[in-house]
């Protein structure tokens, strides 16, 4: 009988088999759980590869890049752990993605079949006599039940955990939606009832397993600080962050990282902290937090440590990072100005959801006259998607200028008017003047154009776009 692909990794490790498996039993229930099984897969990888010597550091990319250095792996394993690496990264912050339940769910199916691509290029050197024939198995969908019994029944406090990470991430993704919908209906800002409803259920298994599991600690001091029941309690909220940092939770010291750096309710901002929880986080691979110190440093005047830290932040797939370290790469802060690796890497960030590269490389985009249709379409997408996710006013009044002008390859008079109406509820003053010179202007089109107009439907669609013009009479707030 063919072995299965679990048996495979066993044969060739079990603490590599031990991660796989968890990978695979969290895929469908708790995929973001799956991605970070995964990156824990490629750091136990990199170690079978060291062949028993240590690295000079703890953080995976650093692991990778010695080893390579060392032509212990090749140019082509050495993309390939970086790319799992990445799955990982995108395991702990999904909602910085706009990904749906669908597309992480299909990033955790990816991420497998990657491990096990990457697994194969490492037994050329590992275990070059074993065989790479194997079947592999349905993902099961057990999972989820045996989560919840022993939740429940044997009060497990890294089942309830898991559980509320669950919950969790699917109240991210399903508010995003819901925002999206909201604004189509002209709606306020309120969140969504179903989001809510799964956020309260993620404060109450974190409620629960917070006692004695310190990542659900965590968890629980962020349900606090953001108020998933309810009122936000900031000041309980980060004392509870505060103690898993302290314990060695690493999401927590970046966390903890974040409140120095910028300062909170009851926090004061310091430097010296923020740098010593932010290297803490950053030493284990976190690539929020090399980014942050990225940060910490640009505002400190230390240009290159700066980009030293947005290099490997941007390495990691941070799009946060790839999109400063496209900045600095365009000015030549703290580097040698290259307007080409700053293209790359701003694409790279618009790719990835990054709402100030989407919206940044689209008026790139918008202003190159040269270009082909399909990148006109990429520019418009990316601006529909920085409205959609960041309401965003420039946004906004960037896809209505280009739809009242064709500069997308057709004239959309309504489309334009709907964007700036909508813009004219986000603005503030600065903004409000030129949405004022914008609507005149289409207006004395209107004006012009409607006398002339024959079709019926189009001089529907025509008084359309004049009506919602006219409703942009009052100042915006």
Known sequence: MMQTDSQWVANIDTLLAAEYDKARDYAYEVPTQCLLHIRAFTHRLCQLLAGGEGFDSVNLFDNIEQLNRQRRINVRLARALHKLRGHGNRGAHPEKYHLTPDALLALAEKALSDARVVLALACEQLSPQSTHDYQIQPLGQDAGRELCYRAVMEDDCRSQYL??????????????????????????????????????????????????????????????????????????????????????????????????????????????????????????????????????????????????????????????????????????????????????????????????????????????????????????????????YGHSVPAMIELSVALTDGMLGRIDVVGAAALLSSAHRHADAHHGDIILALQQSLQLQLAQVIPLTQDCEELKALQRAEQLLAGLSSPPS
């Open 163 to 388: 559980l509320g990470m669950s919950f969790k991430a699917k109240a991210l993704l399903l508010q995003e939606q819901e925002q999206a919908l909201n604004d189509e209906a002209h709606g306020d800002d309120n969140p969504g009832h179903a989001s809510q409803a799964l956020l309260a259920k993620a404060m109450y298994w974190f409620g629960l397993a917070h006692r004695c599991d310190m990542d659900a600690r965590f968890e629980y001091g962020v349900a606090l600080l953001h108020g998933y029941q309810g009122e936000p309690d900031r000041c309980a909220g980060e004392r509870l962050i505060a103690e898993a940092a302290a314990a060695g939770i690493v999401n927590a010291a970046a966390l903890q990282g974040y409140f120095y750096l910028t300062g909170t309710e009851c926090i004061a901002a310091n430097l010296d902290q923020a740098q010593r929880y932010l290297e803490t986080a950053a030493e284990q691979d976190n690539a929020e937090a090399m980014c942050n110190l990225g940060v910490l440093y640009y505002q400190q005047g230390q240009l290159t440590q700066a980009f030293d830290y947005s290099v490997k932040a941007a390495d990691a797939g941070f799009a946060q990072a790839q999109y400063h370290l496209a900045l600095m790469l365009a000015k030549g802060e703290g580097c040698q100005a290259d307007a080409a690796l700053s293209a790359h890497w701003l694409a790279e960030a618009a790719e990835q959801g990054q709402l100030d590269a989407m919206l940044l490389r689209a008026q790139q985009l918008l202003n190159d006259e040269s270009l082909a249709p399909k990148d006109l379409t990429l520019a418009e997408s990316y601006l529909r998607q920085v409205i959609r």
